[in-house]
């Protein structure tokens, strides 16, 4: 399968430049030449999607992914219950999404909270929190699932805008504090848990910020990858 799908992705790309990039003259068009490489573009889109659900599919149940900051891994185990959640996030890593971003909202006692793309921009700081990558995500809030320490959830706006609770498409939470916590059960979709990094996410709470929780330096995370070592 991986073979045929090059072999056509190739057979497309020569299709094009025979079809769009000769005028009249026997010379090539700058028109011509935009109209092939964007549709290479496209192609290679393609085949960088269907190599990123190849690996979705490949996956445990419940994967489990290392989110590497600034201040240390975090490993995540995501729920085989909340699939949808579970795959989102698992493309968004496997894509490189997650690299370079900021945790912009660090409450003490509460919770750590990233995955906004628009932190990777200092001249939007007073957007922080409203980003994400243009969709938003079902709700699958389950009754079993607690915001304990560690718990990983999915951020999303309030219920005035957002009656149906649905999810940030990229923005997380990962809960500091069960007690400081725990009146947000039923209201956020809980999709996985940490399983190592425990003293990480207690790091990351305990650094100086704004009163909007945005860290006086900034706390980064680097990457989020598979760990191919515990799945």
């Known amino acids: 399968?991986?073979?045929?799908?090059?072999?056509?992705?190739?057979?497309?790309?020569?299709?094009?430049?025979?079809?769009?990039?000769?005028?009249?003259?026997?010379?090539k068009t700058?028109?011509?030449e935009a109209e092939v490489q964007a549709e290479a573009d496209?192609?290679?889109?393609?085949?960088?999607?269907?190599k990123t659900m190849e690996k979705i599919a490949a996956m445990p149940e419940e994967p489990v992914f290392d989110i590497v900051t600034s201040l240390g891994t975090i490993k995540v185990r995501l729920y085989a219950?909340?699939?949808k959640h579970r795959e989102n996030f698992a493309k968004l890593a496997f894509e490189g999404f997650f690299d370079g971003l900021q945790f912009h909202r660090i409450i003490k006692?509460?919770?750590?909270?990233?995955?906004?793309?628009?932190?990777?921009?200092?001249?939007?700081?007073?957007?922080?929190?409203?980003?994400?990558?243009?969709?938003?995500?079902?709700?699958?809030?389950?009754?079993?699932?607690?915001?304990?320490?560690?718990?990983?959830?999915?951020?999303?706006k309030g219920d005035i805008a957002n009656p149906m609770k649905e999810s940030s498409g990229s923005q997380f939470y990962?809960?500091?504090?069960?007690?400081?916590?725990?009146?947000?059960?039923?209201?956020?979709t809980i999709f996985g848990e940490t399983i190592d990094g425990f003293k990480?996410?207690?790091?990351?709470?305990?650094?100086?910020?704004?009163q909007r929780g945005l860290p006086d330096n900034p706390?980064?995370?680097l990457y989020v990858k598979y760990d191919d070592e515990l799945n």
Do not use: W
Request: proline share 5%.
């Open 1 to 27: 399968m991986k073979k045929l799908i090059n072999i056509i992705l190739v057979a497309a790309v020569l299709a094009l430049t025979v079809g769009c990039g000769n005028n009249p003259k026997g010379g």
């Open 30 to 32: 700058g028109e011509a």
């Open 42 to 50: 496209s192609l290679v889109k393609v085949e960088k999607t269907m």
């Open 81 to 83: 219950d909340t699939p």
């Open 109 to 156: 006692n509460f919770m750590i909270q990233g995955g906004d793309p628009l932190t990777k921009d200092p001249n939007r700081v007073a957007e922080y929190g409203t980003g994400g990558p243009g969709y938003q995500i079902e709700a699958e809030i389950r009754p079993t699932h607690h915001h304990k320490k560690g718990a990983l959830a999915a951020a999303r």
């Open 174 to 188: 990962i809960v500091q504090s069960e007690e400081g916590c725990r009146h947000l059960d039923g209201e956020y």
């Open 200 to 210: 990480v996410i207690d790091d990351i709470a305990a650094v100086q910020t704004n």
């Open 219 to 221: 706390i980064f995370i």
